[in-house]
């Protein structure tokens, strides 16, 4: 959302150098929420993945090497 912002303000700007300013901050924007969806997908991933890990870390359980269900 705040991308689209800063495209619309660049439009409407007259000032070349605040118009180049506005669009560079719309890409680093833009590239830091695609950055952060993927870190997101990627941890929820490890999460769903090892699910008893997670939950004897929590616990405070010692893990070991050979653990079976």
């Known amino acids: 959302m705040i991308k689209l912002n800063f495209t619309f303000l660049s439009l409407q700007t007259m000032d070349d150098a605040l118009k180049k300013q506005l669009?560079?901050?719309a890409a680093y924007s833009?590239?830091?929420g695609v950055?952060?969806?993927a870190c997101l997908t990627i941890s929820l991933?490890?999460?769903k993945a090892f699910p008893k890990v997670e939950s004897?870390?929590?616990?405070?359980?010692e893990l070991s090497e050979h653990d079976e269900d």
Request: charged share 20%.
């Open 30 to 32: 833009l590239i830091t």
């Open 45 to 47: 991933g490890i999460k």
């Open 56 to 61: 004897k870390l929590r616990s405070g359980e």
């Open 23 to 25: 669009v560079t901050i």
């Open 35 to 37: 950055i952060m969806l």
